[in-house]
């Protein structure tokens, strides 16, 4: 069984520029969840998709956003980059929609210049 | 605001001896997940607790939720080179993410 992809594997971004992710889940799996894993910082959670809506926000701007297509891949879009969005975007999926047990993927390494 | 606290955050042992990880917070926490990360690579889920007191065995690493659900522990026996990593613990934080800690960068040196 395949698990969490996302692609592209590293994406490299000028300030200003828009950054778009993409996360296909495990075979199965509704709820899609997006992380940002700054240096230092550990892992901070940044938005809960299931079933192509937004369950939950965590403490970020409104220039990151995303959205859930029907076949339940995701998408990250961050707006008006700044040098601080540079970090590894983690997706994650669950079985269970909105369970404490989810399985990442290898991530996007993103880097703003 | 939810916060888990790892310690210790960096570990360096040699192989064959034992070792604990903790994760602690003034909050509890509906279940408790352990993760290992590589270099440039997501998380792995090694073992999810969800009951207070409970302890979980994955070969040489023993997992155990405290009693109050406010804090857990890894312990490693007979560490191998090959348990090098970072770890990480997360709580289910409510509202369905989950909270992480901010890591414990084990080494293992043969």
């Known amino acids: 069984e395949a698990g969490v992809t996302q692609s592209p594997t590293h994406l490299i971004k000028t300030r200003g520029q828009q950054a778009t992710l993409r996360c296909s889940p495990i075979?199965?799996?509704?709820?899609v969840y997006w992380y940002q894993q700054a240096l230092g910082l550990g892992l901070q959670f940044l938005l809960w998709?299931?079933?192509?809506?937004?369950?939950n926000r965590g403490n970020f701007p409104p220039r990151f956003s995303g959205r859930q297509f029907p076949n339940y891949s995701s998408e990250l879009n961050v707006n008006a980059l700044e040098l601080e969005d540079s970090a590894l975007y983690l997706c994650?999926?669950?079985?269970?929609?909105?369970?404490?047990?989810?399985?990442f993927g290898p991530g996007t390494r993103l880097t703003v210049l | 605001t939810q916060l888990l606290e790892q310690s210790p955050q960096f570990l360096s042992i040699q192989e064959g001896e034992n070792l604990t990880v903790y994760c602690n917070s003034s909050?509890?926490?509906?279940?408790l997940q352990w993760y290992r990360q590589e270099p440039g690579e997501g998380p792995v889920l090694l073992v999810t607790?969800?009951?207070?007191?409970e302890v979980k065995k994955l070969k040489r690493l023993t997992f155990q939720f405290g009693d109050a659900r406010k804090d857990s522990s890894l312990h490693i026996t007979a560490a191998q080179t090959g348990d090098t990593g970072l770890y990480l613990c997360?709580?289910?934080?409510?509202?369905?993410?989950?909270?992480f800690g901010q890591g414990t960068r084990l080494t293992i040196n043969p």
């Open positions: 994650a999926s669950s079985l269970v929609p909105g369970t404490d047990t989810q399985y």
């Open positions: 075979s199965g799996h509704t709820s």
């Open positions: 998709y299931d079933e192509g809506e937004e369950r």
């Open positions: 909050s509890v926490f509906s279940s």
């Open positions: 607790v969800v009951t207070g007191g």
């Open positions: 997360a709580g289910g934080g409510g509202a369905q993410k989950l909270v």
